[in-house]
Nanobody, 125 residues
Framework: QVQLVESGGGLVQAGGSLRLSCAASGRTVSVYVMNWFRQAPGKEREFVAAITRSGARTYYADSVKGRFTISRDNAKNTVYLQMNSLKPEDTAVYYC??????????????????WGQGTQVTVSS
């Protein structure tokens, strides 16, 4: 199995940028479809972005499309989420997650077996 550790969260003003990293250990990340999810206080965990095993395809929630970019470096066993033009509504705990079961991607957390501990992103207005 794989262990995931997120980093890069913090406090940023609206319009700013952050880059989240998800470092994997225990098994090569290249066998997993990788997602980013987020969860705001009082809300359900929601899909943000996904990337296929090779990195050839990426998928985004409508709310972040054009502002966020997911990427992966399988040689470094790391997945990234570049977040630009941040908005206060992007404030949440961001989680990376891995799935060996999904073929391309899924927006449902139920299909993801491995999760990091999360990193807080706070966007001030």
């Amino acid at each position: 199995q794989v262990q995931l550790v997120e980093s890069g969260g913090g406090l940023v003003q609206a319009g700013g940028s952050l880059r989240l990293s998800c470092a994997a250990s225990g098994r090569t990340v290249s066998v997993y479809v990788m997602n980013w999810f987020r969860q705001a206080p009082g809300k359900e965990r929601e899909f943000v972005a996904a990337i296929t095993r090779s990195g050839a395809r990426t998928y985004y929630a409508d709310s972040v499309k054009g502002r966020f970019t997911i990427s992966r470096d399988n040689a470094k066993n790391t997945v990234y989420l570049q977040m630009n033009s941040l908005k206060p509504e992007d404030t949440a705990v961001y989680y990376c997650a891995a799935s060996a079961r999904v073929q391309y991607y899924s927006t449902s957390p139920a299909f993801y077996d491995y999760w990091g501990q999360g990193t807080q992103v706070t966007v001030s207005s």
